[in-house]
């Protein structure tokens, strides 16, 4: 994955923020909207789009594209750095493969040392009952 690459094929959008600002909130598109075409995308493989495809669907749109917003700032540049940020998050965890557990055959050991607490703790309940003077 080239993050550069990646980065090249977003668009952006600007949009007036909601909420509180007084005037500046009027003025100032400060809103900032992403958007990734994962199927148009040049920079990932074919395996790696399926991979996202499975792993971040419920964040695509019908039409496989991912669409991110942010106004946490009132400056556009910083809720751009800050919805990349967020982007590249999306697509790292999206293309995680986890690793597959190697099953183990149990240690003798373990299985006597189980065994031998199974012992002791049913001796211990045989010496608390009362015994049979029959």
């Not at 668009?11 to 199927?39: E, H, P």
């Not at 964040?59 to 556009?76: F, G, K, V």
């Not at 031998?116 to 309940?125: A, E, M, R, T, V």
Request: aromatic share 4%.
């Amino acid at each position: 994955m080239e993050t550069e690459k990646i980065i090249s094929e977003l668009s952006f959008k600007a949009v007036r923020s909601s909420g509180a600002g007084g005037q500046n909130v009027n003025k100032v598109s400060s809103k900032i909207f992403l958007s990734f075409d994962l199927n148009a995308s040049q920079a990932l493989s074919d395996d790696e789009k399926l991979l996202l495809q499975s792993n971040i669907a419920h964040r695509l749109t019908t039409e496989n594209i991912l669409i991110l917003n942010c106004d946490e700032d009132r400056s556009q540049l910083k809720n751009k750095d800050i919805v990349i940020k967020r982007f590249l998050e999306i697509i790292k965890k999206g293309l995680y493969v986890p690793k597959v557990r190697k099953a183990t055959k149990i240690p003798k050991s373990v299985i006597k040392k189980r065994i031998k607490d199974k012992k002791n703790i049913s001796d211990l309940k045989q010496s608390r009952r009362k015994p049979n003077l029959e």
